[in-house]
């Protein structure tokens, strides 16, 4: 994190009357404007980092934008958004947590709402002070926040713990494509045994990046691994450990987050008959959710949802009639069609289409070559879609979306 040398008058500011009279203002010029100024009774780095993530967090934390809270740049965009800090929260509670990776303390205000004490540890003193401030302006008083290590931590306590959560950052020179636990800050590999000690249920948070088939091997105990996305964007993947599982098995699930009260889910639980679809007579054209996709459940929800999917690696299904509640994207066929240059330059002139969203999955020309190649612009309400069958014959699709 940005070192801000915080004096104890810095954290009263009145943030309320800056951010109205700022928050439009040019980024640049009010930046050079501000650190050209002897200010002696804020913070400049701090307010200016506030003042400029406020728009953003109106949406991924409106409860600290409407609190003027403050917003720290790196803290913020490492934290979790209120919705997937709400959906943890509203699963699990009990008398007290221990989040070993404070932050900038999302996650710990949600669970304070499901627990009597919060113990929450973070290595930078400076952070700490910046969060107690937002807790008191928040009036939240059962949390406790923790300038140490985890590991220092956990050598030291004798306390036991309903719960224990961990959201450690990945250090810089970790591989984003190759992600490990072990690479992570702190090592959450390492921590395994001192946890075991003192809880019988930990909930880790990783990246989006991580790989679904590496984390079924890399920890024992693994009762859920859950895909957890909003409006279609994959945000984190939790594992939800049990000390206690006896009978070792993990279930897949993928959650899709609409609002606080829209929430979606599927999961690797239940098998499910194949039922043949007739393709001559198929209207209906379907993408599931990026959850769905990630948490590597594509095949068991088309099969969940009565629907054909066009290949192993395609992740597209048709069928003849749209399931309820589908955790994807819904689109009614227009046209459909073995794909070849000539076929498709003449459906798209015979039907003036010279406009369109494209996407491809499972299809060797990618989505600006193939805007390029037939002189499409994007957007629209047209849907055109790229792919193959199990049989390996390039298709085409054009679709109409229909309204969710």
């Known amino acids: 994190m940005q070192k801000y040398n915080l004096l104890p008058e810095h954290l009263n500011y009145n943030l309320e009357n800056f951010i109205a009279q700022h928050l439009n203002d040019n980024k640049n010029t009010l930046t050079l404007k501000l650190k050209s100024l002897e200010q002696t009774n804020f913070c400049t780095n701090l307010v200016l980092d506030t003042l400029f993530n406020y728009k953003k967090a109106l949406h991924k934390l409106p409860t600290l934008a409407l609190n003027y809270c403050w917003l720290p740049a790196k803290s913020y965009e490492q934290a979790s958004s209120e919705l997937t800090a709400f959906y943890k929260s509203s699963y699990i509670k009990g008398n007290n947590i221990l989040d070993l990776c404070g932050g900038l303390g999302i996650d710990d205000i949600y669970f304070s709402k499901n627990f009597k004490r919060v113990i929450s540890l973070d290595t930078d003193n400076e952070l700490n002070e910046i969060v107690e401030n937002n807790l008191a302006k928040l009036k939240i008083k059962n949390i406790e926040r923790i300038t140490s290590f985890a590991k220092d931590f956990l050598a030291n306590n004798n306390q036991a713990f309903d719960w224990v959560y961990i959201d450690a950052d990945r250090r810089p020179e970790a591989n ?187 299809f060797p020309i990618n989505e600006a070559e193939i805007a390029k190649q037939f002189k499409l612009k994007e957007g629209g309400e047209d849907y055109l879609f790229f792919t193959q069958n199990a049989n390996g014959e390039r298709l085409f699709f054009h679709c109409k979306k229909l309204i969710d």
Request: charged share 25%; aromatic share 10%; net charge positive.
């Open 176 to 362: 984003a494509k190759t992600f490990k636990l072990e690479e992570c800050s702190p090592n959450i590999i390492e921590l395994l045994p001192m946890i075991k000690t003192i809880t019988d249920r930990l909930l880790i948070k990783l990246s989006p990046l991580v790989d679904i088939s590496y984390c079924k091997t890399a920890i024992n105990d693994i009762a859920a691994i859950e895909v957890v996305s909003v409006k279609n964007e994959v945000k984190e993947v939790l594992l939800w450990l049990d000390f206690k599982n006896i009978d070792n098995k993990t279930v897949i699930k993928a959650t899709n987050i609409l609002d606080f009260n829209k929430i979606r889910h599927f999961d690797s639980k239940n098998q499910y008959e194949n039922e043949p679809i007739n393709d001559s007579s198929i209207q209906y054209f379907f993408e599931p959710n990026a959850s769905i996709i990630k948490a590597q459940l594509s095949k068991d929800y088309a099969l969940f949802c009565k629907l054909k999917m066009l290949a192993e690696n395609s992740n597209f299904y048709v069928g003849n009639e749209v399931p309820t509640n589908f955790m994807g994207r819904s689109f009614k066929i227009v046209h459909h069609s073995i794909f070849s240059k000539s076929n498709l330059q003449q459906y798209l002139k015979n039907n003036n289409l010279h406009k369109a969203n494209i996407s491809k999955r499972n």
